[in-house]
């Protein structure tokens, strides 16, 4: 018997191996290997930075800037920083891309440092979503549904709300902690990331995507509790496959 196997290959490897990073690359680069595609068209974190699914259109008081900077003496090691400026306050952070080392970035600044962070984060998620306009990004995925076929499946992935935080905006300590100081506070961050979810599946609906994969990295039991589990984490599960 032949067992079906697809590597786990993305735009990540594509833009590190050739500089592309479109589903035609990845597909290239299943072809070379002999896996079966599982094409990943996924839709980036909240922010403007390069994201083909959303534009964003900021009135006055309000502005996101993400910029990169070369890191000297490495092979493409860049800093990502990032500045969100809310009439309530101004976040930062900073990231360290190894493009030639370690593509998806170490967290040298968090966004968010403390508890009163988050509420000028969920400010800026509010107004993101006043402000947003859904792209037309049928140019990119054109093509895709006749060229693979039966080949292999069209994957579209999103974050878990959880994992937006995690290790990324947030200490993963801070963040863990937060949860047990101040549960109203997370009960209200994480219905408001909630609502932006609800774009992305806006977005997989409307596609001809037929699989969805939600990332939940940070969300097992080595980390967290069966009981912190199943009341932070699988009612937006729940609430996904609803929305399918």
């Known amino acids: ?30 072809e070379i290997v002999g896996s079966i595609p599982a094409q990943d068209f996924g839709l980036d974190y909240f922010t403007t930075d390069t994201n083909p699914i959303f534009t964003v259109n900021w009135p006055s008081g309000w502005t996101e800037t993400i ?32 493009l030639g080392e370690y593509i998806h970035g170490q967290t040298l600044e968090p966004l968010i440092k403390s508890r009163s962070d988050y509420k000028v984060y969920i400010s800026y998620i509010i107004q993101w979503l006043e402000s947003v306009e ?78 969805l994969i939600c990332n939940l990295s940070g969300a097992s039991t080595s980390i967290i509790s069966p009981e912190f589990f199943h009341k932070w984490i699988l009612p937006e599960l729940e609430w996904m496959k609803q929305s399918l």
Not at 21 to 29: N, S, Y
Not at 134 to 141: E, H, L, P
Not at 157 to 185: A, C, K, M, T
Request: glycine share 8%; net charge negative.
């Open 134 to 211: 859904i792209s037309d990004t049928s140019y990119s995925t054109a093509g895709i549904d006749e060229i693979l076929a039966d080949a292999g499946v069209w994957v579209t992935w999103n974050i878990h709300s959880f994992y937006q935080y995690f290790w990324v905006l947030r200490r993963v300590d801070e963040f863990l902690v937060d949860f047990y100081d101040d549960p109203g506070l997370m009960k209200d961050v994480m219905e408001m990331t909630w609502k932006l979810n609800e774009k992305y599946i806006h977005v997989f609906n409307a596609s001809s995507s037929p699989l």
């Open 1 to 30: 018997d032949q067992v079906p196997v697809s590597l786990s290959i993305g735009p990540s490897n594509t833009r590190r191996w050739w500089g592309r990073g479109d589903w035609r690359a990845v597909l290239e680069a299943h």
């Open 67 to 98: 910029e990169t900077r070369p890191i000297p003496g490495t092979k493409g090691g860049k800093i990502k920083s990032r500045t969100i400026t809310t009439p309530t306050g101004i976040l930062t952070s900073q990231e360290r891309l190894d």
